[in-house]
């Protein structure tokens, strides 16, 4: 067993990453104190409550609960012990534009009777392509994802060859979907989780279809009170072990060097003798560290492939939205042109793909008896022009394209409205161009391909978040923190005792 004890820490931001990291610090004996620039703890992972309604404003899907009973179980705990889980049914909606409604329940049978619907042999080419996640999620999880390979060497590795045969490592998801189902609409029903990894069908490696056993195979679920509840589950978690917060306290610079930090903050300067970042990585590279002590340039940054902003409308509404489910999308027949407009010529989509998230759904906690809860997510460029008089028109083209394609019309009955783009992606979280979850996944930008977790210009700084390995998302942010800890562990840690 190795200790950190002796040893102080300060994490730099309260994503889910950086709030990991605290517990996995902690736990090995570490002092350690999380500080966040805004009013409450979870990054992205935020609530917005007011009057009467509660939104989480970022992350809505409970995916991979494997991950998080891994994660509480590294701490002798259940994520019983902090919220109960409800599976929901269906796990999603689809509203295609043409008319046309799919249900994805937990029901496997039921949805490869709908897939037959589309195309002859559709559902036993569904149970392949499963069969074929699962395959890739397993071995992907075990061997790669939770294992931190950050040389070129590690993959060369004949035990690590070995692993990856038969993984689908390289092509894009456009073309691994096609080779099992024709039907365009069949491929974006087993492609629309490229939503939650920043990317394209057309630049995301193949080797995200386990996002698929993700989906049909281990479930989508709601924790009670939203993933705001699995936040405060962490934190408290955190404050178990021993784990300090402060929030309203940006780092506005970070000096000094291993064993004798400097982090600037308006409070006060703190005096660690490592410190962990789950700032956004450029941020803090270009904005908190000294020239001399970056791991990379402001061309680097420029030069990356960033995953789309959002433009959101959080809405509380007088009565029930029936038509919709708890989690919705609605697709145009052909969605390239969005993506398209997202990472080759930036542009506000003209018949945009969009996601709608209702929790009054499932939870009668999230507003006023009468009333529903739901959000908007319109998946966009990031850096685009971002004003209030666009703001306002794209809020009237997406509502009336809402009450068109779903049968819901929202228009007359809002009595709560918040909007949140672009500009304040970049002010609330410090996201480079505004970009709601940071680097993409492309094929350049996956795995060893992803900045470090150890600062490459300054010893005893460490990096945790989506834009470090594994990547995007909360499960992955949740294994980021414990990749960061054992990189802290393996450069300071003493056996137990010493």
Same mark, same amino acid.
């Given at each position: ?18 709030? !990991? ?146 993984? !689908? ?62 936040? %405060? ?46 700032? %956004? ?145 970049? !002010? ?71």
């Amino acid at each position: 067993m190795q200790s950190l004890a002796g040893e102080s820490v300060v994490v730099i931001g309260a994503g889910v990453g950086g709030l !990991s990291t605290a517990c996995y610090l902690a736990d090995a004996g570490a002092d350690v104190h999380v500080i966040e620039k805004n009013e409450q703890l979870g990054g992205r992972a935020s609530r917005l409550e007011r009057d009467g309604f509660r939104f989480d404003m970022g992350p809505s899907w409970y995916l991979m609960p494997d991950v998080f009973e891994r994660f509480f179980a590294d701490f002798d705990r259940t994520p019983s012990d902090y919220y109960t889980l409800t599976q929901l049914d269906p796990h999603y909606r689809i509203f295609f534009k043409d008319g046309d409604r799919v249900d994805v329940t937990p029901d496997r049978e039921r949805t490869k009777r709908v897939f037959e619907e589309y195309e002859d042999g559709a559902g036993d080419a569904l149970e392949r392509y499963l069969e074929k996640s699962r395959e890739n999620y397993e071995v992907g999880m075990k061997h790669f994802v939770y294992k931190d390979r950050t040389r070129l060497r590690d993959y060369i590795d004949i035990d690590v060859a070995k692993q990856a045969r038969g993984l !689908s490592l390289l092509g894009s998801m456009q073309g691994h979907v096609e080779g099992y189902f024709d039907h365009p609409k069949l491929q974006q029903i087993m492609q629309y989780t490229l939503v939650f990894l920043g990317g394209s069908p057309t630049n995301t490696p193949a080797l995200y279809n386990l996002m698929s056993h993700v989906d049909f195979n281990l479930g989508v679920w709601y924790p009670d009170g939203g993933i705001g509840a699995v936040v %405060d589950a962490i934190v408290e978690l955190g404050r178990e072990l021993g784990v300090t917060y402060d929030t309203d306290r940006p780092a506005t610079a970070i000096k000094g060097r291993e064993g004798a930090f400097l982090v600037e903050t308006p409070q006060g300067p703190l005096r660690p003798d490592l410190v962990v970042s789950n700032a %956004d990585y450029a941020h803090t590279e270009q904005e908190l560290l000294p020239p001399e002590r970056r791991g990379y340039d402001a061309d680097y940054w420029e030069s990356r492939t960033y995953a789309p902003s959002a433009f959101l409308l959080y809405l509380g509404v007088e009565g029930d939205v029936d038509e919709l489910a708890h989690h919705t999308l609605v697709l145009p027949t052909d969605w390239q042109d969005h993506f398209d407009r997202i990472f080759e010529e930036p542009a506000w989509p003209d018949d945009p793909a969009y996601y709608l998230c209702v929790p009054s759904e499932t939870d009668d906690t999230v507003a006023p008896d009468g009333h529903s809860a739901l959000f908007v997510l319109v998946p966009i460029a990031p850096g685009l022009e971002d004003t209030p008089e666009i703001r306002q028109e794209y809020r009237d083209r997406i509502l009336a394209d809402v009450a068109d394609n779903t049968g819901t019309d929202l228009r007359d009955r809002i009595v709560f409205e918040e909007r949140f783009c672009v500009e304040d992606f970049a !002010s609330r979280y410090n996201s480079y161009d505004g970009t709601a979850l940071g680097l993409a996944h492309t094929l350049r930008q996956t795995s060893l391909f992803r900045p470090p977790h150890r600062s490459k210009g300054l010893e005893g700084l460490y990096f945790v978040g989506g834009d470090t390995t594994p990547g995007i998302g909360v499960p992955m942010c949740l294994i980021s923190g414990e990749l960061t800890a054992e990189a802290v562990l393996e450069d300071y840690g003493r056996p137990t005792g010493q």
